[in-house]
């Protein structure tokens, strides 16, 4: 669903963009409904949707298309700091990292080279303006222009090859994040100017790109939410190869539910990189707490940490964490601490809502939290989510030397 404008197919060459707006398909039943084809002049196929030949670095515009429906390159956007998560186009083993098909991982490797460069090499970075898919048909929505890297990002972390495996074979693709830019509305008139070379002198250039290429200054298109109290269709997936990877680790963990408590501390480190030690309380001795760590903050010569106390349940998808749960853990959180509860069903609407209200130092992790934070490791589907669980299981049962 979408609740911004609609552009009729008919005119679709002479439309400005518009932030979350639709542009609408054809009708005719066939390839040439592609509303992103007929919207600017790139193919109709494929995430990578240059002008221009990347192999002889013409390139002037980049339009960038997401379905949001693979299920194992999840591209997402966080609307909060405006940073976009994208993944390459070698997604398949058999072939080297920038020997695809469309050249997309190529291009790839050059914009972001070339953002971390000069002003100079900065203009030669053509505007990514990116598209997600839109109902009906063919149709797509504009999601914002996009520039390399993001503020908080090193030349280490916005651009990297990851590998993954698939039948037992082993490749890599990339995984590029990029900024949203603070740009609510692009001409059809810059656009010209774009193509016609003249990106950067044009007059009609919006002031966060020519921003970015002069010093590098990231200006992202910031939404931060109101209260969030997430449903549960938004907490606990539908899908049913998801819903699969968490009824594997449900499985895994049948009639000794205290174990998963580990397993939540590990899920806990995959979205909290920064986190400290960490410790598994025993059963008997918890006071209401499964698990107890340290989050760490500030530059590494200088670092100080926070205590939290984790509290996991490995719930079916009928059972919801409900307020006693919530309430346990909130009574346990000492002055200066904060919490984290991880399970693998969904928060009921009560609990959640309190929380929030009441503004309770909690980290909500949910079933969907779970599942998306695996599949961006790269485990997929519950093949994959119980050989993680075994290799987890092995490392703990291994002597300490």
Known sequence: MNDGPIFPFVGLETADLIVDAVYAGGTAGSAA?????????????????????????????????TSGAEADWPDVLDPQTGVFTYFGDNRKPGRELHQTQREGN????????LGHGTSDDRR??????????????????????????????????????????????????????????????????????????????????P???????????????????TMTVRSKTEQ????????????????YFRDREHDFESIAVDLWRLLAPAT????????SRDGGRDAVGEYSLGPPSDQITIDFALEAKCYGASTS???????????????????????TSYFAAQAYTEVRTDGHPIVLICGQD????????????????????AAKAAARAEPDI
């Open 321 to 343: 964490v409900g307020v006693r749960d919530i309430a346990r853990l909130i009574s346990r959180i000492r002055h200066r601490e904060f919490g984290v509860f991880v399970t």
């Open 124 to 205: 030669r970075v053509p505007p990514f303006l990116l598209f997600h898919r839109a109902m009906p048909g063919r149709s797509v929505a504009f999601i914002g222009l996009l520039v390399p890297g993001a503020e908080t990002l090193t030349s280490d972390d916005d651009l990297v090859a990851i590998w993954r495996s698939t039948g037992g074979q082993r490749f890599q693709n990339y995984r590029a994040r990029f900024t949203v830019l603070d740009v609510g509305h692009v001409s059809r008139a810059w656009i010209n100017d774009v193509l016609a070379g003249n990106a950067y002198e044009s007059v009609r250039c």
């Open 236 to 251: 606990f997936p539908s899908d049913p190869g998801e819903r699969g990877m968490l009824a594997a680790i449900r499985d």
């Open 106 to 113: 190529r291009l790839l490797r050059d914009v972001f080279a």
């Open 370 to 389: 779970i599942v998306d934070v695996l599949k961006g490791q790269g485990y997929a589907d519950a093949a994959a989510v119980r050989a993680w669980l």
């Open 33 to 65: 409904d592609d509303a992103l084809a007929r919207l600017l002049p790139v193919g109709n196929q494929g995430g990578f949707r240059p002008k221009g030949s990347v192999r002889s670095e013409s390139v002037r515009l980049v339009a960038l298309y």
């Open 276 to 283: 400290g030690k960490c410790d598994v309380t025993r059963p």
């Open 207 to 225: 002031a966060p790109w020519k921003s970015w290429v002069d010093e590098r200054v990231y200006v992202p298109l910031e939404a931060p939410a």
